[in-house]
T-cell receptor
């Protein structure tokens, strides 16, 4: 089947710390991979995506690389800011399917 | 431009009552999704509409849940005889076309349903 597993939260970091949120997936075929972010009081919005192996998605200083050999799509940022405090969701979509499969979300709090 | 809108933003109801949740997708988007986000859980897929095709209802948790999409635009999610375990945030998303990889989903702000 198709599923996404991401690291449990909550994660608390100091400003300017390095962030990694792990995400691994199980999928049939060749899925596309996504990170969505949900800021407090707002709806989910796409942060970045990668549609094939070895692609790197990047946005707002965040990066994630589609690793087929390890079935992973870990989210990284070199220096987090207070404004990055949010819940981050890893997701996959099969190219031939209708559904998106989301992880359980990882809550990040960045303290000054 | 307008994003995905949902109404009501909050709904409190008594166990056993029926509720209707509304979603207005982005104009021109042919695909529409409903998800449920329970406390401490990820997003649970409920149902998917694509154009005039039969909807994918594979995620609906019971026959108390139903949804329709009229005129290829507005969608209504109906929960009959609500139970306390139905309490959650119900999210709607739309995308330009349906399926897979290249189609970013745009999410609404959600409807928080509380069943007393």
């Amino acid at each position: 089947g198709n599923s996404v597993t991401q690291m449990e939260g909550p994660v608390t970091l100091s400003e300017e710390a390095f962030l990694t949120i792990n995400c691994t997936y199980t999928a049939t075929g060749y899925p596309s991979l996504f990170w969505y972010v949900q800021y407090p009081g707002e709806g989910l919005q796409l942060l970045l995506k990668a549609t094939k192996a070895d692609d790197k998605g990047s946005n707002k200083g965040f990066e994630a690389t589609y690793r087929k050999e390890t079935t992973s799509f870990h989210l990284e940022k070199g220096s987090v800011q207070v404004s990055d405090s949010a819940v981050y969701f890893c997701a996959l979509s099969r190219n031939t399917g209708n559904q998106f499969y989301f992880g359980t979300g990882t809550s990040l709090t960045v303290i000054p | 431009g307008a994003g995905v809108s949902q109404s009501p933003s909050n709904k409190v109801t008594e166990k056993g009552k029926d509720v209707e949740l509304r979603c207005d997708p982005i104009s021109g988007h042919t695909a529409l999704y409903w998800y449920r986000q329970s406390l401490g859980q990820g997003l649970e897929f409920l149902i998917y509409f694509q154009g005039n095709s039969a909807p994918d209802k594979s995620g609906l948790p019971s026959d108390r849940f139903s949804a329709e999409r009229t005129g290829g635009s507005v969608s209504t999610l109906t929960i009959q005889r609500t139970q306390q375990e139905d309490s959650a945030v119900y999210l709607c998303a739309s995308s330009l076309v349906g399926g897979g990889s290249y189609n970013e989903q745009f999410f609404g702000p959600g409807t928080r349903l509380t069943v007393l």
